[in-house]
């Protein structure tokens, strides 16, 4: 069967020193809104800006979220309030690189989560070290 191709023009992509990084958004279906902060299963990457707590599937999705819904030209506060980041000033282009080098690969993502699950954990002695 034959798949319908889209304009290039209709994927929003940002020049960034030189890469070009897309923002095609990743090919899953958006649960309903109001679910947003449970965890489904399959869902092993949280987006940590802030008091956001979203979960999803993939990294890509964190980042495609994250870059969207957090650093839209609308929304971008100008500077990235991602846990545990120093807030300085950034350009936008300049944050969405910083989003996908510094909070958005796998092992990032996966070691933000450990960090949060510490903080939650509070008092608790660490367990089977």
């Not at 309030?81 to 350009?91: A, S």
Request: hydrophobic letters at 30%; a positive charge.
């Amino acid at each position: 069967f034959f798949f319908q191709s889209t304009p290039a023009t209709s994927i929003p992509t940002v020049q960034v020193q030189g890469q070009q990084i897309n923002l095609q958004p990743p090919s899953y279906t958006a649960a309903s809104q109001h679910a947003e902060q449970m965890k489904k299963p399959g869902q092993n990457f949280m987006c940590l800006w802030q008091s956001c707590k979203k979960w999803f599937q993939t990294p890509s999705q964190v980042f495609y979220h994250a870059a969207t819904e957090h650093g839209g030209k609308d929304v971008y506060p100008g500077q990235c309030l991602w846990e545990g980041c120093e807030p300085f000033q950034r350009q936008r282009f300049s944050f969405i690189t910083h989003l996908q080098d510094k909070h958005c690969s796998r092992d990032a993502l996966l070691a933000g989560l450990k960090q949060d699950e510490q903080g939650q954990a509070g008092n608790q002695k660490p367990s089977n070290k």
